[in-house]
Nanobody, 126 residues
């Protein structure tokens, strides 16, 4: 059974940085796309950043472009999100997501991903 486990969330002041990590277990196959989504209270879940693992192409939502960096770890089953210049609007539960075998998807599309972690909370105070 595939599991995704996030870590690294926490509380930080505006302008600060956090690094989120996600470890995938329960499969020997590498996901083709991995992504970070976030959901704030009362809002829909939105795609933040994604990576196509075969080419390492990355995709970002406009609001985090230039501030967040998505990457795979040294092991292909790990995913990181480096978040800099954090703003209060970045506060949300952050989720790791992955999909296998598909090579052409909407990288930040919510319904494209088949497996999800439980989330890690990020809180940015002003």
């Amino acid at each position: 059974r595939v599991q995704l486990v996030e870590s690294g969330g926490g509380s930080v002041q505006a302008g600060g940085s956090l690094r989120l990590s996600c470890v995938v277990s329960g499969t020997v196959h590498s996901a083709t796309y991995m992504a970070w989504f976030r959901q704030a209270p009362g809002k829909e879940r939105e795609g933040v950043a994604a990576i196509y693992t075969r080419s390492k192409s990355t995709y970002y939502t406009d609001s985090v472009q230039g501030r967040f960096t998505i990457s795979q770890g040294n092991a292909e089953n790990t995913l990181n999100l480096e978040m800099n210049s954090l703003k209060p609007d970045d506060s949300a539960m952050y989720y790791c997501a992955a999909v296998w075998w598909r090579t052409s998807i909407q990288p930040l599309g919510l319904t494209e991903y088949t497996d999800w972690g439980q989330g890690t909370q990020v809180t940015v105070s002003s």
